[in-house]
Structures are given as C-alpha cells and as structure tokens.
C-alpha cells in the first residue's frame, strides 16, 4: 500500500492516484508532477507490501531448504512481477541502475543481483534484544526491473575463480562449487564469442543455489544467477544451464527487448549463444545436437499449442495478457531457429557473429523491438532477403525451414 509520495528535495507533498486496477497487470500508480515543472527532481514512495500482496516474493519454511533450521525468501520478478515489490515502471522499455538495501535478522545473509557495498551493518530495529544486519547493494548497469533480485537465507559463498563464486546453504554448498568449477571457462567463452569481456560490463558473476522448490533451472539476474539445487547431480551432467544464463548478460540483460512481445531477442539470442558457447568448447557437433534437441522440442510444442496459435507465432499478441500465460519454448527454439536461418543466409557461422557483435555493441545498454533488430540486420546485410513476415506472425515454422536445419555441416 501508498503511504506517502513526495519530492525529495523538498520534501513537498505530490499528489497521487491509483485510478484503474487490470485483473492480469495490477494497478496504475500516477503521480502529478506538475508543480515540479523544468526541475529535475527524485520522487519518493513510502509504501509496505506483504508476502500476500507481493507474489514476486518467495518464502520457504525452514523445512523447505536444506539446513532445515532457518526460513529463506527469495525474489522472482521476470515477467511483470517487479511491481508487485517495488512502485516502478515495470516494462523491459525502461532500464536504470539501483540501489538497495535490505535489512535481516542475524545470522542470516543476504546476496543481491549487484555489488555489495561495504559489509554488513549491525542496526537494533526492535527493543527485543534480537541482533539485525543492514547489507547495502549497488547495480551501476542500467537493467529493467525484472532483473532486480534479492535472496536471504543461512548462504555462504565459496569463491570458484578470480571473477566467480557460489553461494548456497552449507549442505550444498561444497557440491555446488565443483559442479559449477567450469563457471570461468563459460565466462571466457561467452565474451569471446560476444566481442564484449564479460568483466568490463558486469564484475564478478556468481551463482545461487536456491532450495530444490525454486520453480525453473535457473535465472540470469546480474552478477547473481540463480539456479535450482535440483541441477546439482555430482557428475555435472547440467552445467548447460549456466552457458545459457551467462548467455544472457549479452542478450537480454545488456541488450534487451523493449516489451514482452519481442522476449524471442531475449531467449532466442540466448539459446543460439548457449550453443555456440558449447560447439567453441566441446566441437561443432555437440553444437549441432543440441540444435536438434531443441528443435524436437520447438516440433512438440507447436503441437501443444494448435488450441492456441496465436502463442505459436514469434511476436505474439499480448495485449492485456499476462506474458507468462503466453511462456512456452517457442521464444527459445523457435527464435532460435530463425538466427540459424540468418546464419546459412549470409554465409555461416563467421559472418553471423560478425554482425551479433556490431549488434551487443550499437545497443549495449538500450531496450529495442524486432523492428529495430531487422533494421539493424539489413543494414550489415543489404543484399540478404529474408521472409521476416512469416518468422515474426506465421504459426509453426515457415515451409522448408527444417532442410536448411539438417544440412547444417
């Protein structure tokens, strides 16, 4: 709830209103801001929520996580759950740096998708005698507020390289850090294929072991991606899952689609990434099966949705919907299959990332719409005809697609 919205700077009341409520997008926040005309100001919103009004927060039971001893909450804001926290303006269209801090009882820990600033400030909140712990993250990136996250719970972290570390309850915690000891490896991987080092843009890269509940393999906050304990399996058979989120800070977190009907530049950027990550490391073979795999998976898919075939297209329409009613793999795979489509195109593998990379870089740090991706695509490649029109509105796959797949050499 809104308790008071002012100008920081002078504390002057601005007035406001939560005129409409949507059943799927939550309510409408307006601030008047008239009487601050030609000034450059901070607006500030003093408001509460709970774990019943904010469903982007996630609380565990002690007997929900691995020590069995202390409760664990945990943010997830991807798709439009970010408001369901924080008063913002919650659309991949807006990116911005932050600042947050987050106050707990000792001796529970806190890990943000930031920097830590400082260490843990001890603070009395209560006249209970309990000790609290004041953590203060920073996150100098402009991201979209789906990308703000915050974790809290009996963690500790264990370094894995110069760059890289896990954080996990203690159980785990020793298993995570060799499943996941090729972290570094992917990092050096992903940033020469991305053209762009990894560390000039984010710092460090760790990874959170979440409780085996945690509801998805993993997700690529900044600086702190969190992963399901349920990929841990001794042998590091699941390691796939970190190429992909690391994947992401390129595609998706430095260069984002600015609105939910373009989420394939997220995902299908991201997928296409991930395999070449693996065909640099493992040899262009395993690159090829894991197309394969996924392409199974796109064919599965458009199947499931034949009852909804708006849901099978590439720029679907989601016009007061709630985007993860619309979630499936056909952003992933069939995005995917487009960029592949691109590459035999204009000639392989070399030409393609010629261009991904003028891309990562021409729209570092921005939002932009498949609109602007095509624009930017036949300008690198003015002679290259592409049927962009079946892609972005055809259901299935456009007729003749799965030949150019299979005669990948």
């Not at 392409?295 to 919907?321: F, M």
């Not at 003015?382 to 055809?394: A, C, K, L």
Request: aromatic fraction near 12%; include cysteine.
């Amino acid at each position: 709830s809104i308790e008071r919205v002012h100008a920081k700077s002078t504390n002057a009341a601005l007035p406001w209103t939560v005129p409409k409520y949507h059943a799927h997008l939550g309510s409408c926040l307006e601030i008047d801001i008239s009487s601050m005309k030609d000034q450059s100001f901070v607006v500030q919103i003093h408001y509460a929520t709970s774990r019943t009004l904010s469903g982007g927060i996630q609380w565990f039971a002690p007997v929900q996580t691995a020590g069995k001893q202390h409760p664990f909450v945990y943010t997830q804001f991807e798709a439009i759950l970010a408001r369901s926290m924080i008063p913002c303006q919650d659309t991949p269209a807006v990116k911005a740096p932050y600042t947050i801090e987050v106050t707990c009882p000792d001796p529970l820990v806190v890990a943000c998708s930031g920097t830590q600033v400082g260490s843990a400030e001890r603070v009395d909140l209560y006249e209970d005698g309990k000790h609290w712990l004041r953590y203060t993250f920073d996150q100098k990136m402009p991201i979209p507020a789906y990308l703000i996250a915050m974790a809290c719970g009996a963690i500790q972290r264990k370094a894995m390289g110069p760059r890289t570390g896990v954080w996990a309850e203690l159980p785990p915690l020793e298993a995570a850090a060799y499943e996941y000891a090729g972290t570094e490896e992917f990092l050096d991987t992903a940033s020469k294929i991305a053209g762009i080092p990894y560390e000039g843009l984010w710092g460090h890269y760790d990874l959170l072991v979440l409780p085996g509940a945690f509801p998805y393999g993993g997700m690529e906050n900044p600086c702190l991606t969190f992963v399901s304990s349920s990929l841990i399996t001794g042998d590091r058979a699941l390691v796939d899952v970190v190429a992909h989120e690391i994947a992401h800070s390129w595609a998706g977190n430095l260069v984002s689609n600015s609105n939910w009907q373009d989420f394939w530049l997220n995902e299908g950027f991201t997928m296409y990434l991930e395999r070449l990550i693996l065909g640099e490391l493992h040899g262009e073979n395993l690159r090829h099966f894991h197309v394969l795999v996924g392409y199974q998976d796109l064919l599965k898919t458009i199947i499931d949705l034949k009852d909804d075939p708006e849901y099978q297209k590439l720029r679907p329409n989601l016009e007061g919907v709630d985007p993860d009613d619309a979630f499936s793999r056909i952003p992933y795979e069939k995005g995917c299959c487009l960029l592949l489509h691109l590459e035999q195109l204009v000639g392989g593998k070399d030409k393609m990332l010629a261009w991904i990379r003028k891309y990562f870089a021409d729209f570092a740090r921005k939002s932009l719409d498949s609109d602007q991706m095509v624009a930017h695509f036949q300008a690198f490649f003015p002679g290259v005809q592409v049927d962009w029109n079946s892609w972005f509105y055809g259901t299935g796959l456009p007729a003749g697609f799965f030949l150019l797949l299979f005669l990948v050499k």
